[in-house]
């Protein structure tokens, strides 16, 4: 598996030839002036929420690449609108696709539309192969439900958190969090974008390599493989 940094909350990850977007907010990033929204590759869109620096790019890369959007059935509908194709999920559910498997699990946010209009719940997503597992959080607060990730799912690989703090959990909560969900290897997001959410990088890196966590900060642009 390999995992790509699009700033903020925004991934590509490739898994057995397929190329996943997870909440693509770019072109309004200034921070991810580097990356260029009209050459990504995608053949799904996941969406964890409907807010505004979640999804502000879905309908230009889906529209131009024909990805498929993975969300829930609010979400889902509302692009289906727009004329843009997908499978609806929600908590606990689950889809076998020809890359693996997609569950939708449960966040703590808030979810609306720019529009103001209802965007269903908030979740996180799970997605797993043969070989590999990933845990998307998305934006949440720490939850006890994550302690169910390792009852329901196999056992996690690799984990993208929100560290930020003000609008989602902060480190420290994260460090608990992946305590919940059994994972050494914890990939962060939504952090920097903007001065309420920014975050000292070498304190973070120690607080959790002091509980034997490993944390891998990527630049916006970097990749990571998994396995």
Not at 14 to 32: Q, R, V, W, Y
Not at 62 to 68: E, I, L, S, V, Y
Not at 182 to 192: M, R, V
Request: hydrophobic share 40%; net charge negative; proline share 4%.
């Amino acid at each position: 598996m390999n995992i790509r940094f699009l700033g903020h909350a925004a991934f590509q990850i490739t898994i057995n030839g397929k190329k996943l977007i997870i909440d693509p907010f770019i072109s309004a990033n200034p921070n991810a002036s580097n990356i260029k929204v009209d050459t990504l590759e995608a053949d799904y869109i996941l969406i964890t929420h409907g807010h505004g620096d979640h999804i502000a790019d879905v309908e230009t890369i889906a529209k131009r690449t024909g990805a498929k959007i993975i969300s829930n059935y609010e979400i889902v509908e509302w692009f289906g609108k727009k004329d843009l194709e997908g499978y609806p999920l929600n908590h606990g559910g689950k889809i076998k696709l020809d890359f693996g498997t997609i569950k939708y699990v449960n966040a703590v946010h808030t979810s609306s539309f720019p529009d103001g209009s209802y965007a269903g719940q908030p979740g996180g997503f799970v997605i797993w192969d043969e070989s590999e597992c990933l845990y998307f959080a998305g934006d949440t607060a720490l939850t006890m439900d994550m302690k169910l990730i390792p009852m329901t799912c196999p056992k996690l690989t690799t984990a993208i958190l929100p560290i930020g703090d003000n609008f989602t959990m902060g480190y420290e909560d994260a460090i608990i969090a992946s305590d919940f969900i059994e994972c050494e290897k914890i990939i962060p997001c939504h952090f920097d974008t903007m001065d309420i959410i920014s975050v000292d990088k070498e304190v973070v890196k120690t607080a959790f390599n002091e509980k034997g966590k490993d944390i891998y900060f990527l630049e916006i642009g970097e990749s990571i493989e998994t396995n």
